[in-house]
């Protein structure tokens, strides 16, 4: 069966400024590694639709996504938080890039794919339940984690996040709620500062010190993810993918490679062939080196598609 691969042309219209690093020129970056390489031509395609209110409000409130509609802006740019500005495009671009992790949720639970990688931006794992931050707007492995277990009744999804920085606002979120399982490394001290103590046996928080290598990332995977997600038996794999531990990537402070990329999907995939029918939904996170995430994105699509 074939990997599903969704973006939506509205995610390159999403900008915050000309030199800002969370830019259009990231979905390229991907494209373009995967038109190289010759993945591209193997992966089945979908336009990502716009997410439903009704699937926003799983995961976000009320006065908050109404906030967010209300401030999108006719010119110029609207700043949410000090590092997270709409364009008038973005709120076109959040509503896709949720949809598109919510479409790739029913492509695999429908057995249409067995996975799925989302090209979208804005990103959103730093987004809560009521607050944008660091890039994302809407929580979009959040939404799709919400969306898994109310639309198909699954009792247990699991979501790991292996970039650079913490995704607490999907920690926020499932915090008190145990059917999703968080498993998390991340540089700290490091935006957002915080994470290193989760406070519940759900939320599995791996902080990595400055200068971690793929030998420390793999040793906290083997010790701390893995043994959790284990016990846990996911009825469904989600991956936050960030690239940004990559070693060319200046934002990160990690030294992270291709093959570490390689290696963390390989754990997973097989983790979800014995526990989640093979389902995995992995969605964008940060990664800001273009030609390093290209080429790390390329290398865990590579292995999700089995090629
Ligand atoms: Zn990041």
Known sequence: MQTAYLTHPACLKHQMGADHP?????????EDQLIASGLMHYLAHYDAPEVTREQLLRVHSDPYVESVFAQAPETGL??????????????????HAAGAAVK???????????????NIRPPG???????????CLFNNVAVAAAHALSQYGLERVAIADFDVHHGNGTDEIFHDDPSVMLCSTFRHPY????????GNSHIINVPLAAGATGADFREAVTQHWLPELENFRPQLLLISAGFDAHREDDMGGLFLREADYVWVTEQLKELAARHAGRRIVSV???????????RSATAHIRVLSGL
């Open 22 to 30: 969370e830019s259009p020129a990231r979905i390229h970056a991907i």
């Open 78 to 95: 609207v700043y949410l938080d000090g590092d997270t500005a709409m364009n008038p495009y973005t709120l076109s671009a959040a509503l």
């Open 104 to 118: 790739a949720v029913d492509l695999v639970m429908t057995g249409e794919a067995e996975n799925a990688f989302c």
């Open 284 to 294: 964008l996170e940060g990664g800001y080196a273009l030609n390093a995430l290209g």
């Open 125 to 135: 794992h730093h987004a809560g339940r009521s607050s944008a931050a660091g890039f």
């Open 191 to 198: 935006y957002p500062y915080c994470g290193a103590e989760s």
